[in-house]
């Protein structure tokens, strides 16, 4: 079996990283934790403000194309409403829904395979 990375992007209240406490909604969330993670190694993290969170009109086409554009494989989330679902699936990305008050908490649910497809 070859190497596998994955860039994950994880909405965020704030900009602790993995210690940030994990934000509900991707499209409202002021902050991303992007984990890029090998074989699930952590390997990465960075934290991005985001772009989409200030906008007041096509919130979610606007989050899907700034993650795409970030390379991002997976949104992994707590809750995500089915039109942004939409638009990050016709980006080829795929959501994950997962249980964590932390980022941390959120990514290590999505790393042990306790979380489910969205």
């Given at each position: 079996?070859g190497e596998e990375l994955e860039k994950i992007a994880i909405p965020a209240k704030g900009s602790e990283g993995l210690n940030a406490i994990a934000f509900?909604?991707?499209?409202?969330?002021?902050?991303?934790?992007?984990?890029?993670?090998?074989?699930?190694?952590?390997?990465?993290?960075?934290?991005?403000?985001?772009?989409?969170?200030?906008?007041?009109?096509?919130?979610?086409?606007?989050?899907?194309?700034?993650?795409?554009?970030?390379?991002?494989?997976?949104?992994?989330?707590?809750?995500?409403?089915?039109?942004?679902?939409?638009?990050?699936?016709?980006?080829?990305?795929?959501?994950?829904?997962?249980?964590?008050?932390?980022?941390?908490?959120?990514?290590?649910?999505?790393?042990?395979?306790?979380?489910?497809?969205?």
């Amino acid at each position: 079996m070859g190497e596998e990375l994955e860039k994950i992007a994880i909405p965020a209240k704030g900009s602790e990283g993995l210690n940030a406490i994990a934000f509900g909604q991707p499209s409202y969330a002021p902050f991303f934790t992007i984990v890029t993670v090998e074989n699930s190694e952590i390997k990465k993290v960075e934290v991005i403000r985001n772009p989409a969170s200030g906008l007041i009109t096509y919130r979610g086409p606007s989050l899907a194309s700034w993650l795409k554009h970030m390379n991002v494989d997976v949104l992994l989330t707590i809750s995500l409403s089915e039109d942004v679902m939409k638009n990050l699936n016709s980006w080829g990305i795929r959501t994950v829904f997962a249980i964590g008050r932390t980022v941390k908490e959120v990514l290590e649910a999505y790393l042990s395979g306790t979380c489910r497809p969205g």
